[in-house]
């Protein structure tokens, strides 16, 4: 079931998106679970902040 965040600013899920990511990355400096099922929940296309890794 995917959430609908409309009127959720963008920047509010730079950090959800870097959590996520870096969780799933082989060797994660954290682990944060429920970042990944929140992605994995909201309706938003995160490959918009691909290009900002480590930015």
């Known amino acids: 079931m995917h959430k609908e965040m409309s009127a959720l600013p963008t920047t ?3 950090t959800l998106w870097a959590k ?3 969780s799933s990355m082989e060797r994660p400096l954290l682990r ?3 970042a990944v099922e929140i ?3 909201v309706d ?3 490959s918009v902040f691909d290009g ?3 930015s």
Do not use: G, Q, R
């Open 32 to 34: 944060d679970p429920k």
């Open 44 to 46: 938003f296309d995160f």
């Open 20 to 22: 996520a990511t870096e």
């Open 12 to 14: 509010m899920l730079i």
């Open 52 to 54: 900002c890794w480590k």
């Open 39 to 41: 992605m994995k929940a």
